[in-house]
């Protein structure tokens, strides 16, 4: 079983940066796909961004350009840099891993932006 932990959220001015990390404890993190979703208030939850194993990288459209999802398989870590922040980026964000028929998911770290 793996167990993910996110770290990094924060209070920030729009237009500002933010890196998250998902570090994630239990055997074979470099076989799971790894991925971030965020949850705003009283909206659902939505993809962010995903990584597979390959190091294969998928952005929703409203990120791209501004995020950068990258994994570190020999510290277990998995990053959301996150750049040109705007409020509407304002949420909770989870980090998943995912393998065969096995899902993960976080407990979520707070991104603020000020506007």
């Known amino acids: 079983q793996v167990q993910l932990a996110e770290s990094g959220g924060g209070l920030v001015q729009a237009g500002g940066s933010l890196r998250l990390s998902c570090a994630a404890s239990?055997?074979?993190?470099?076989?799971?796909?790894m991925g971030w979703f965020r949850q705003a208030p009283g909206k659902s939850r939505e993809f962010v961004a995903a990584i597979t194993t390959a190091g294969r990288t998928s952005y929703a459209e409203s990120v791209k350009g501004r995020f950068t999802i990258s994994r570190d398989n020999a510290k277990n870590t998995m990053y959301l840099q996150m750049n040109s922040l705007k409020a509407e980026d304002t949420a909770v964000y989870y980090c998943?891993?995912?393998?065969?028929?096995?899902?993960?998911w976080g407990q979520g770290t707070q991104v603020a932006v000020s506007s």
């Open positions: 239990g055997p074979s993190f470099s076989l799971y796909n």
């Open positions: 998943t891993a995912s393998a065969a028929q096995y899902e993960y």
